[in-house]
Every structure is written in C-alpha cells, then in structure tokens.
C-alpha cells in the first residue's frame, strides 16, 4: 500500500470527527475498536477488556528494538510509564523520530497498544531533514475502574519497533478531588487548551473555549458519587482572564449557582460557600476582561 492509501485508510478507520467525551468507565464489552477523530476537549477511552495483562504480540524488552539492536530512528521518553486511572490522571509520552540518512524523508511511526490503554492517535508522520530528530508528544490514558496492572505500547518505525511498559493504578483514597475525577467537560476546547488543562497542576496551561466571543462558556468537573465541597479557586490568566462567572453544583433538581463571581481582575480568586455534598461542579464563564474575549482557566481547585 502506497503512502496516500494508508493515509486514507486510516482516515475512514477513525470515522467522522468529533468523538464522543471521556466515558467513567472501561466496560469489558465491546471488543476494542478503531480509534475515533476526536474534537478538541474530547476523550473517548478504549473499551476493551481491563485485565491487567498485556497482549503477547506487544511483550518486548522495555525500550528495546523488535530487530534486536539498536532502537535507530524511532525512540521513546521516558523507556517506561506511571499512570493513574482517570481522564485526566495520564502521561505524556514523547515519541522520537530521527532521520538518520543523509537526504530528508518523511518519517512514519505507528503506534499500537493494549486495549486498556487510550491513545489520541495511531500514526505520527513528519517531514524530518538529514540528521533532524522531531519530539512528538502522545497522551497515553486508562478509563476509569481499569484493572491495575502492566500494559505495553509500542512505536514501529523503519523496521524497529520500541516497547514502553505502562504501570497502571487507581488514584489513593486520600488523593485529592481532582484527581478522583471520573470525568471533565467543557462546553468546547481548543486543541491547545484542552479540558484537563485546568486541572493539571500547572498554571502555565489553560483551558481555552473554542467558541471566543460567544458567551457563555462552562467547564464541567463529576466525580463517581457525591463529594463534601466548600471551596472552589479559579486561577485565570494575568493577561484577559475571567471578569465573571458563576460557580455551580449538581443538585437532584439541576443546577444550583452557589457564589457569583463579578468585576474579578485578580488572577486568583477563591469562592466559599456552605459545606453541601455534590458529584459534579460547573463553572459557567461570562466575561473576560477584555472586549468580546475568551473563557482561560489555568487551574481549577475544590476542596
């Protein structure tokens, strides 16, 4: 199969674009299928079995070559994986494809995995010059109630294969309510400001709607049953972050608007209410602090 066919396969194996969210569970049934185009702030999981062994085909020494020697062009960062279960409890992996001749190519690698891994994409392809090596980043995700145990991803390029052992576990008990999250929403994303941004401990990415100058905007946090919550930080941008917004949880009834965040210019604001218990917490963006601006949530804490 010429290069154009397989880029076409497997463009009609993915199916129409803008999958389905994260599902809170990897059920047993069906047997896995194809991956699906997802749309920005989306997660759709495998839905294999969740039975913490890895499939035959892919045991391979960690970080080794099918072919026995040297990994060549194709590597892995890091050689093995720590995950938790969780939409937003996954790893990046950096996939590495060199060009190792002395004329530029187009470079393939594919990617292959246990069912009870989730990966975004099944093929990267890059144009790499002579002696050029390009980092790509692959989000590697277990469904929620995925059985613990060490699953295997592999990347195949140029003849070689590269097998990354994936250590997968539930989050503790004491871990703290995002990371107990079963799923995260939004209203819509970015491809560059994806849902769990918010949610990832690090200030120095966003969730970003993909709807700017439409509002409103919401992003959305459930967990598996009712969690005692009293507290919700908001950190936005220092640079047209939110102006307005109101804090939500889920009721029997609907939606409760428990604090109503207006005139905000601080990059950090934290709302307390009354202790109440709730599965799920919405924040609903009205306003930035600039004309017909964006929804930016950096971090989102509730406790």
């Given amino acids: 199969m010429n290069r154009t066919a397989a880029l076409l396969a497997l463009t009609l194996a993915a199916g129409?674009?803008?999958?389905?969210?994260?599902?809170?569970?990897?059920?047993?049934?069906?047997?896995?299928?194809?991956?699906?185009?997802?749309?920005?702030?989306?997660?759709?999981p495998s839905t294999g079995p969740a039975t913490g062994t890895s499939s035959p085909s892919l045991a391979l020494a960690a970080g080794t070559s099918s072919s026995g020697g040297d990994p060549g062009p194709v590597a892995a960062e890091p050689g093995s994986l720590a995950i938790m279960t969780g939409q937003c409890n996954g790893r990046?992996?950096?996939?590495?494809l060199t060009n190792t001749t002395t004329k530029p190519i187009y470079a393939d690698a594919w990617l292959?995995?246990?069912p009870a891994l989730h990966l975004p994409r099944r093929l990267i392809s890059s144009w790499l010059p002579p002696g050029y090596t390009r980092k790509v980043p692959v989000a590697v995700r277990a469904a929620d109630r995925?059985?613990?145990?060490?699953?295997?991803?592999?990347?195949?390029?140029a003849g070689t294969s590269v097998d990354v052992p994936?250590?997968?576990?539930?989050?503790?008990?004491?871990?703290?309510?995002?990371?107990?999250?079963?799923r995260v929403t939004a209203s819509s994303a970015r491809a560059t400001g994806p849902v769990c941004a918010a949610i990832d401990g690090d200030p120095g990415t966003i969730w970003n709607d993909a709807t700017g100058k439409r509002w409103p905007d919401?992003?959305?946090?459930?967990?598996?049953?009712?969690?005692?919550?009293?507290?919700?930080?908001?950190?936005?941008?220092?640079?047209?972050?939110?102006r307005d917004w109101d804090v939500q949880v889920a009721a029997p009834d609907g939606w409760v608007t428990v604090r109503s965040v207006r005139g905000n210019t601080a990059v950090r604001h934290i709302t307390r209410f009354a202790p109440r218990r709730a599965a799920a917490v919405r924040i609903v963006t009205l306003a930035g602090n600039a004309v017909n601006d964006q929804s930016r949530l950096a971090e989102v804490v509730i406790r």
Avoid: C, N
């Fill in 146 to 157: 995925t059985k613990p145990g060490t699953y295997h991803l592999r990347i195949s390029s």
């Fill in 92 to 96: 990046d992996l950096l996939v590495h």
């Fill in 16 to 44: 129409p674009a803008g999958g389905a969210f994260w599902s809170p569970t990897a059920s047993a049934t069906p047997p896995f299928s194809p991956p699906v185009a997802l749309s920005a702030g989306t997660f759709s």
């Fill in 112 to 114: 292959a995995a246990d």
């Fill in 218 to 242: 919401w992003w959305q946090l459930d967990w598996d049953r009712p969690r005692r919550i009293s507290r919700v930080e908001v950190v936005t941008t220092a640079e047209w972050g939110l």
């Fill in 166 to 182: 994936v250590k997968v576990s539930a989050p503790p008990p004491d871990a703290g309510l995002m990371r107990l999250a079963t």
